[in-house]
């Protein structure tokens, strides 16, 4: 599983380039083995060496730690989300317990700051979704009695409203909820990589070429190394198929992003000075849009079935100029020129919005596929795997099994087939909204 990232995300390359960059080399035995060193394998490897300071403790990563997904994603810490499948009156009790673990995620992170002191441009000031269509305002009024079933404070925002909270008038019906969280995923995630315990080792850019299990033992292999270890988590999400984890019930979907350079005080004028605000789409393939601490435009409306490993300089330009216009969409009165970095980034999707957390035998387990939630829920999920594969019980896992389980999926190339189909079908009913 080798993957060749791009160099371009704008989080990533906000951040003081990390220094003394370990492969993996020569064989090890070690007692856990934590593949993936994102939100969930960082958190993972964490409470192991809090759990078992006494063992050796191992987390790779095929890229370096924190520089996938979770140092790519667009940096909501979310309370509720509308485009999962649970956005009806109907579906009431499985969307609360999707929330009861979002609200653990929100938790788990608050714990994690407030113990490390990690300053990553929290903000608790809420989220919007929001549509150019009038016509989606039936969609938030059912979605808006949803969540006053569950006590979420939230409010209905219309044209006016909305221009002057974000400053653009694109936008024609919106829902603010009040528990949203917008943040920096790369300085998050790097706090986590300089936190992890002096008895966990961190290898990087060491790709797992395959795994076999023998009896009490695993065997990973890598081009430098064979690692034989009693215990592994898999913590890699998007990439857990490829694997050979969960085949059948996850699959990667590919998206691109985009971050503006700060606006002038001028631009930032034009716009009426907004405070920082976050704003998701209704129509599942409409765009996320951010506009940051610092004056800047993160847009994401691309997804797509695409190579899950690479994509080429070419195509991220490609990628690029959609996110152009989307901008000029929604601020037509700033400059063509205002991108500063595109890059790409891989989400694991399952076929019922469900996570995986589980025991697959007695000494392996695997926490992902978040389906666009990972911050909150990847920390959340990394820590009880541990605990759980550690043979200690705690009401958050009682929770988190209580979800629905995800469903199964067909095999290739009938799934591929499926998936792009239904992008292309929602990619269509939400082109005004890209």
């Known amino acids: 599983m080798q993957i060749i990232n791009d160099n371009s995300c704008g989080w990533i390359n906000d ?13 090890h035995d070690c007692e856990w083995l934590v593949v993936g060193a994102g939100f969930t394998g960082l958190s ?7 759990l078992h300071p006494k063992e050796k403790i191992i987390i790779v990563d095929a890229q370096k730690a924190g520089e996938g997904a979770s140092g790519r994603n667009s940096g909501f810490l979310v309370d509720t989300t509308l485009n999962d499948g649970f ?10 317990k999707k929330t009861d673990i979002y609200d653990l995620g929100i938790n788990a992170i ?52 909305l221009s002057s909270r974000l400053g653009t008038k694109f936008y024609k019906t919106g829902l603010y909820t009040e528990g949203g969280i917008l943040l920096h995923p790369g300085k998050l995630v790097r706090s986590m990589i300089d936190t992890l315990p002096n008895n966990v080792k961190l290898y990087e850019e060491s ?14 292999d ?14 890699t999400n998007g990439f857990l198929k490829s694997l050979g984890i969960k085949s059948n019930y996850n699959f990667p979907i590919t998206l691109t992003a985009s971050i503006t350079r700060p606006l002038s005080d001028d631009e930032f004028k034009l716009i009426g000075k907004p405070k920082e605000w976050g704003v998701l789409p209704i129509r599942p393939m409409g765009a996320t849009i951010r506009m940051t601490k610092d004056k800047r435009i993160l847009i994401r409306n691309t997804a797509e079935i695409y190579n899950p490993f690479k994509m080429s300089e070419t ?3 490609k990628r690029s100029l959609i996110h152009k216009k989307g901008i000029k969409k929604r601020f037509p009165h700033l400059s063509d020129e205002l991108i500063q970095s595109t890059w790409s980034g891989v989400v694991s999707r399952s076929r019922n919005s469900s996570q995986i957390f589980e025991k697959i035998k007695d000494n ?9 939630s990972g911050i909150g829920v990847g920390v959340l999920f990394g820590e009880q795997i541990a605990i759980k594969a550690s043979k200690i019980n705690s009401s958050e896992i009682k929770i988190i099994e209580n979800r629905n389980l995800p469903t199964w999926l067909p095999p290739n190339p009938i799934l591929n087939l499926a998936v792009k189909g239904r992008l292309l079908y929602e990619r269509f009913k939400a082109r005004s909204e890209i």
């Open 364 to 372: 392996i387990f695997v926490a992902g596929c978040y389906n666009g």
């Open 15 to 27: 951040l003081i380039p990390r220094s003394n960059i370990q492969s993996i080399k020569g064989n």
């Open 44 to 50: 993972a490897a964490r409470k192991l060496g809090q």
């Open 315 to 317: 195509e991220l330009k």
């Open 207 to 220: 790709s797992l070429l395959n795994w076999s299990s023998f009896k009490d033992i695993v065997v990973c």
């Open 110 to 161: 608050k714990k994690f700051i407030k113990e490390y002191q990690v300053d990553c441009d929290w903000n608790e000031c809420g989220k919007y979704f929001a549509s150019s269509k009038y016509k989606d305002r039936k969609i938030l009024l059912n979605f808006s009695s949803t969540l006053s079933n569950l006590d979420f404070k939230h409010k209905l925002l219309f044209e006016d409203e």
């Open 222 to 235: 890598f081009e430098f190394s064979t690692v034989k270890t009693k215990k592994i988590i898999f913590a």
């Open 87 to 96: 956005s009806s009156n109907k579906e009431v009790k499985n969307y609360k």
